[in-house]
Nanobody
Framework: QVQLVESGGGLVQAGGSLRLSCAASGSIFRINAMGWYRQAPGKQRELVAAVTNGGSTNYADSVKGRFTISRDNGKNTVYLQMNSLKSEDTAVYYC???????????WGQGTQVTVSS
C-alpha cells in the first residue's frame, strides 16, 4: 500500500508564507513525478505545481514567482514553499504522486490552507 503523509497547512495572513511537506512510503516502484493540487470551495481541483524525477518543474500561472516546489528523491518527499500568499490561495491542498510503469496516480488526504485578508 501507498501512504502520503502531508503536513504544513494552516492559517496565515495575506502576504505570509507556509511550507507544505509530503512524504511518500509503501509499495512504490519508481516515483515518476510528485506535486500538489488544490481545490477551493465550489471549484475544480487544479494543479499547483509538480516536479519530475529529473527535476523539471511545472507551475500554475497563478502561483508562478510565489511558490517553489522541491523534492528529496532519497526521502520520497516533496515540498511546496508558498510565499506572498493571497486570499485566493485558500484551498485544500492535496499531495500527488505518479509512479510505476503503468503509471499509477495516488493522492493524499489533503491539508487545509487558509489565507486571511
Amino acid at each position: 500500500q501507498v501512504q502520503l503523509v502531508e503536513s504544513g497547512g494552516g492559517l496565515v495572513q495575506a502576504g505570509g508564507s507556509l511550507r507544505l511537506s509530503c512524504a511518500a512510503s509503501g509499495s512504490i516502484f519508481r516515483i515518476n513525478a510528485m506535486g500538489w493540487y488544490r481545490q477551493a470551495p465550489g471549484k475544480q481541483r487544479e494543479l499547483v505545481a509538480a516536479v519530475t524525477n529529473g527535476g523539471s518543474t511545472n507551475y500554475a500561472d497563478s502561483v508562478k514567482g510565489r511558490f517553489t516546489i522541491s523534492r528529496d528523491n532519497g526521502k520520497n518527499t516533496v515540498y511546496l514553499q508558498m510565499n506572498s500568499l493571497k486570499s485566493e490561495d485558500t484551498a485544500v491542498y492535496y499531495c500527488w504522486i505518479t509512479y510505476g510503469v503503468r503509471p499509477y496516480d495516488y493522492w493524499g488526504q489533503g491539508t487545509q490552507v487558509t489565507v486571511s485578508s
